[in-house]
C-alpha cells in the first residue's frame, strides 16, 4: 500500500539539540497527524493538524501542515532522551475519521 | 482512562495454524481500526468498524484474514492457515465518527509464524 515519504530516515543528535523532521505526499491529504513509537508499543498520538498553514504545539513539539497539502513538518526543541523513538507521519484523505496512511518513520537516537 | 487494549500482546505459532486476536476500544468510541505493521515500515490500515458495521475491508490481506465486531464492542481479528510472511505486529485503533481524524493506538500484538 502507499507509505507517505519521511525524512529524515534516521537522526543522531545530541541532548539539547533542536530536531526537524519532514513528511511528504503526492496525494493532498485534509488532516495530518504525528504519532511517536517505542520499541514493541502502538503509536502514541502527539499532534493532529486540520487545516493548511496550520502550525500547532504540543510542548516542546510543533507541528506544521504545510500550504499544498502535500506536506508536514514536526520540530522538537531542546531534545531530552525520553525524545527517543521513531516518529510517523500520518494523513488522513477525508475529513470523515477514516482510514490513516503511515510514513515511513524518522528514528532518532540520542547520543550520549 | 483506560486506553485501547488488545490480547494476546505475543503470539508464536505454527505456519497452517488458526490465530485470533481482541482488541477493546476506548469505551466511548464507536469506530475501530486495524492496522499491520511489519518491521521497518509504518502501520498499513487493514478493515475497520463503526459500531458493528464493518465499513471497508478491501485492504483485508488475504481471503485467509478476517474481522468481527458483533456487538459494536470489543473486535477480534482471525488470520486462517497462517503463513511465515503472516509474522508482523497487528495493531488496533479507536475514534469517535464524525469527529476529529484523531486516532489512539493500542499496544498491538506481535504475531510470530514458524
Known amino acids: 500500500g502507499q507509505q507517505l515519504n519521511q525524512s529524515p530516515q534516521s537522526m543522531f543528535i545530541q541532548e539539547g539539540e533542536d530536531v526537524s523532521m519532514n513528511c511528504t505526499s503526492s496525494?493532498?491529504?485534509?488532516?495530518w497527524l504525528w504519532y511517536k513509537q517505542d520499541p514493541g508499543e502502538g503509536p502514541v498520538l502527539l499532534i493532529a493538524?486540520?487545516?493548511?498553514?496550520e502550525l500547532t504545539s504540543n510542548g516542546r513539539l510543533t507541528a506544521q501542515f504545510g500550504i499544498t497539502r502535500k506536506d508536514s513538518f514536526l520540530n522538537i526543541s531542546a531534545s531530552i532522551p525520553s525524545d527517543v523513538g521513531i516518529y510517523f507521519c500520518?494523513?488522513?484523505?477525508?475529513?470523515?475519521?477514516?482510514?490513516?496512511?503511515f510514513g515511513t518513520g524518522t528514528r532518532l537516537t540520542i547520543i550520549p | 482512562d483506560t486506553g485501547v487494549s488488545q490480547d494476546p500482546r505475543h503470539k508464536i505459532t505454527k505456519r497452517g495454524q488458526n490465530v485470533t486476536f481482541r482488541c477493546d476500544p476506548i469505551?466511548?468510541?464507536?469506530?475501530l481500526y486495524w492496522y499491520r505493521q511489519t518491521l521497518g515500515q509504518g502501520p498499513e490500515f487493514l478493515t475497520y468498524?463503526?459500531?458493528?458495521?464493518?465499513?471497508?475491508k478491501s485492504r483485508l490481506l488475504s481471503d485467509r484474514f478476517s474481522a468481527e465486531r458483533p456487538k459494536g464492542s470489543f473486535s477480534t481479528l482471525e488470520i486462517q492457515r497462517t503463513e511465515q510472511g503472516d509474522s508482523a505486529m497487528y495493531l488496533c485503533?479507536?475514534?469517535?465518527?464524525?469527529?476529529?481524524?484523531?486516532?489512539?493506538f493500542g499496544p498491538g500484538t506481535r504475531l510470530t509464524v514458524l
Open positions: 468498524f463503526q459500531n458493528e458495521a464493518q465499513l471497508e
Open positions: 500520518a494523513g488522513d484523505l477525508n475529513f470523515g475519521n477514516e482510514k490513516l496512511t
Open positions: 493538524l486540520y487545516k493548511a498553514g
Open positions: 469505551s466511548e468510541h464507536n469506530r
Open positions: 496525494s493532498i491529504f485534509n488532516t
Open positions: 485503533a479507536s475514534s469517535v465518527a464524525g469527529g476529529s481524524a484523531e486516532q489512539f
